[in-house]
């Protein structure tokens, strides 16, 4: 479970919450059920002295104390009613104390003598030794003739305290059951309302620069989320349009460079190879020519992946036999080859139908076949192999050249990066070449990795999505 998750602590934070006031209210219930409980039992207890003393003691003097102690026997019974009733006089002599009650609830032979009578109707809790607790109420008497009497009645607290008891064991379990049923109704609730979050970082995911016209699903929810996910299909709208925007500068830059390019690959070519100018002249013509050619490489590789990004290849899809296009791309290129005296092999086994566009993946084959003829020193041998395994055409161009140091291998890809830009550069390589090759293996769902150790060799392996049979338009001619 992750605890950072928003579903995590909203519902911590609404359990916690609830636990708080559930805890709270429980508390005030206790507190108010306790007063209103002893309240009661003392006010009755009150009463009850209040009683005996105004009707019982008012004549003793008339009745004498013998008929008082069985009046109180025969009006209050407290052993049957579970009661404590005592009267002591000033001199702390005890005229009536009642014995314990019939359940022994609790033992009035331990109850101490009240020795400070406070004004009248007072209580006090009295402790036994044995844990029971008595609620006694006291009121001081004085008769007419100037005795003074101490009337106490009491009651066990055990009932209270039993009630208390309940509602504690009441409120534990209420909690318990409450909290089981705000965690798992919050979970739900929380889950059901982040639902489009996970839908949008879905689909979020699945946006990059090749599919950019592609926008986030929107909740409609009214709420926040669904503020969220226009915002957000409005930001992507707007990258949308700033790299559609670079897109086409690069395009149309690259396009307008194209004309006064070729026709100064004309002029120079004219003035390299006529007759009419001075030995000088033409080796600075055919020094600048070459700067030209270079140029002119470096803006079709641009202008190469600018159409790329923008999604062209995918209009000229067909399904073909990349086994036959790499073995005869091969051949064409064993003359760079020989001329290096660097051997090419190419395995091909089987047809490996692929949908995709066939001027490009022959460009990814010329590239990496360039690469590792440049980069192999003279003797080297390259292998190339086609084959399909499952789902996927896999092509592999191995060399037992110069190698990658490792530390440029994270960089490889990138444009106009090149290990050792002078030698690149003699070799006439502007950095663009591999990253062509990622950029037409992208657009056609494909992959591009390759392993290489420095000094040994680099192996390139392209892997490109299998051709079903059915449902795909067909290449009919073997054109290269
Ligand atoms: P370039 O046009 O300069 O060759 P690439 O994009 O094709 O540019 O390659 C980038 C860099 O990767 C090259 O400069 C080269 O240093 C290195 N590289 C590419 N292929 C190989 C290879 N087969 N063997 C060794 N180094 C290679």
């Known amino acids: 479970m992750n605890t950072r998750s928003i579903r995590f602590r909203l519902v911590i934070w609404y359990a916690g919450l609830l636990m708080a006031v559930f805890v ?24 009850r002295a209040h009683q005996i003393a105004g009707t019982l003691l008012a004549n003793i003097g008339k009745t004498g104390e013998a ?16 009661r404590f009733i005592r009267i002591t006089t000033e001199g702390s002599s005890v005229l009536y104390a009642s014995s314990s009650p019939r359940d022994m609830s609790f033992d009035a032979s331990h109850v101490p003598l009240y020795r400070e009578p406070k004004k009248e109707g007072s209580w006090r809790r009295q402790k036994l030794p044995d844990n029971k607790e008595l609620l006694i109420a006291s009121t001081p008497y004085q008769t007419t003739g100037g005795k003074r009497y101490l009337v106490e009645v009491g009651a066990s607290l055990e009932p209270i305290h039993d009630v208390l008891h309940r509602l504690i064991v009441l409120l534990v379990v209420g909690l318990a059951v409450m909290m089981l049923v705000a965690t798992s109704g919050g979970s739900f609730l929380v889950q059901r309302a982040l639902a489009p979050v996970d839908r949008i970082s879905r689909s979020a995911e699945q946006i990059s620069l090749h599919n950019l016209k592609d926008r986030l699903p929107i909740a409609k929810t009214g709420d926040e989320l669904e503020r969220l996910s226009i915002s957000l299909n409005h930001m992507i709208a707007r990258l949308e349009d700033a790299f559609q925007h670079n897109r086409r500068f690069i395009a149309d830059a690259s ?13 120079l070519e004219s003035i390299v190879e006529g007759a009419y100018f001075a030995s000088e002249v033409q080796v600075t013509a055919a020094s600048i020519l070459e700067e030209v050619e270079r140029l002119t490489r470096i803006v079709e590789g641009l202008f190469a992946i600018s159409r790329l990004d923008a999604g062209e290849a995918q209009k000229e899809m067909v ?3 990349l086994a036959k ?8 290129m064993c003359l760079l080859a020989e001329d290096k005296d660097i051997s090419i092999s190419c395995n091909a086994p089987a047809d490996v139908m692929v949908q995709g566009d066939r001027p490009r ?31 996927e055409a896999i092509l592999e161009v191995e060399d037992n050249g110069i190698g990658i140091p490792t530390e440029a291998h994270p960089r490889i890809f990138e444009r106009f990066f090149r290990v050792d830009q002078a030698r690149s550069r003699e070799m006439g390589g502007a950095g663009l070449g591999l990253s062509i090759v990622k950029s037409i293996c992208t657009a056609h769902g494909g992959h591009v990795g390759f392993q290489s150790t420095e000094g040994k060799g680099s192996r390139f392996k392209v892997e490109l999505p299998l051709s079903r049979a059915n449902n795909n338009k067909q290449e009919s001619t073997d054109g290269n």
């Not at 396009?255 to 002029?267: A, D, K, N, S, V």
């Not at 296009?325 to 064409?332: M, P």
């Not at 076949?369 to 020193?377: G, V």
């Open 24 to 47: 709270l209210l429980g508390i005030l219930m206790y507190g108010g059920l306790k007063l209103y409980l002893e309240q009661s039992l003392s006010r009755a207890q009150i009463s």
């Open 67 to 82: 008929y008082v102690v069985n009046e109180i026997n025969a009006w209050f019974a407290p052993e049957t009613n579970d």
């Open 255 to 267: 396009h307008e460079l194209r004309t006064p390019l070729t026709i100064m690959r004309g002029e």
């Open 319 to 321: 399904r073909f036999d």
């Open 325 to 332: 296009l790499a073995t005869s791309t091969a051949e064409q």
């Open 361 to 391: 993946l022959k460009q990814v084959i010329v590239n990496l076949l360039d690469n590792a003829i440049k980069y192999t020193p003279a003797g080297g041998k390259i292998k190339m192999s086609i084959l399909a395994c499952d789902d």
